[in-house]
């Protein structure tokens, strides 16, 4: 382990720019259990009937019997030393972007600027009548659905199966990962498309990639170089504090 810790703080310090890529392991952490994993929210709720657009848009009261449990467990949820050290990495002038599959703001509560989100965010709901953008609060969705001040409905700018990504946040990842001279694969097994793409297309460039993940993906060996087995919030913090070594 301290082997595989010395040589990716060396690769990230000499193989600029450096990217990561987040899924949903990197905020189980925070006390966010993965939406497929034990005690996931599709253990209680059928994702075919609660997160397709159609379904929305077909039963949003129901819908959002779901998204407001959502938003309650990401809302009282906290950044882990995991979050904290990619922001600290990013401070450092070591990380260009984190690109996340995530929606939970986790990234950007812990200080990361430069963060792409593939799948949206809770932060915002957006009016389906007139398309004004409401900030998230426990008061805003204590009635579900809740409502704009128009009357009209309003949805959180998340992406629901069956919708497209949004097209900057798509195209900023795609540009990152052909970019890069690093990819850390952090948090995710990376089976959910186009969020898989983004190793594969590091790898095309010549981009190094790490993966850090409690256990082994279909990345691990077909793709990553360099397989770090455990907890981000246990990795990543010691590989910022190795660099710091590095560069006393």
């Known amino acids: 382990m301290e082997n595989l810790i010395k040589r990716t703080a060396a690769i990230i310090k000499g193989y600029p720019p450096v990217v990561a890529l987040t899924g949903s392991g990197i905020s189980a952490e925070s006390g966010i259990a993965t ?35 959502l938003a309650h467990i990401t809302m009282e949820a906290q950044p882990n030393p995991a979050h904290t050290a990619l922001a600290e990495l990013e401070a450092m002038g070591h990380l260009s972007a984190v ?18 989100e593939l799948h949206g965010n809770n932060r915002w ?13 426990q008061s805003l969705i204590e009635e579900i659905p809740p409502l ?13 199966f069956h919708e497209s990504l949004p097209h900057d946040a798509y195209q900023q990842a795609v540009e990152k990962s052909q970019q890069c ?20 297309l590091a790898r095309q460039h010549d981009a190094i990639i790490i993966e850090i993940n409690p256990e082994e993906s279909h990345l691990t060996s077909e793709v990553s170089d360099i397989f770090i087995e455990g907890k981000a919030g246990d990795i990543l913090p010691r590989i910022v504090e190795e660099i710091k070594r590095l560069s006393p």
């Open 125 to 137: 709901l957006i009016c389906l009548k007139c398309s004004k953008r409401h900030r998230v609060s």
């Open 99 to 116: 690109i996340t599959q995530n929606i939970d703001s986790l990234h950007q509560r812990a200080g990361s600027k430069q963060v792409i």
């Open 35 to 69: 939406f497929r994993g034990k005690g996931g929210i599709w253990s209680t709720y059928n994702p075919e009937e609660y997160a397709t657009i159609d379904a929305f848009m077909q039963n949003p009261a129901r819908v959002w019997k779901m998204l407001k449990e």
């Open 181 to 200: 001279g690093c990819m850390l694969v952090i948090g995710s097994s990376v089976q959910i498309f186009p969020a898989s793409l983004m190793p594969i």
């Open 148 to 160: 704009c001040q128009c009357g009209g409905i309003l949805r959180p700018e998340v992406v629901f």
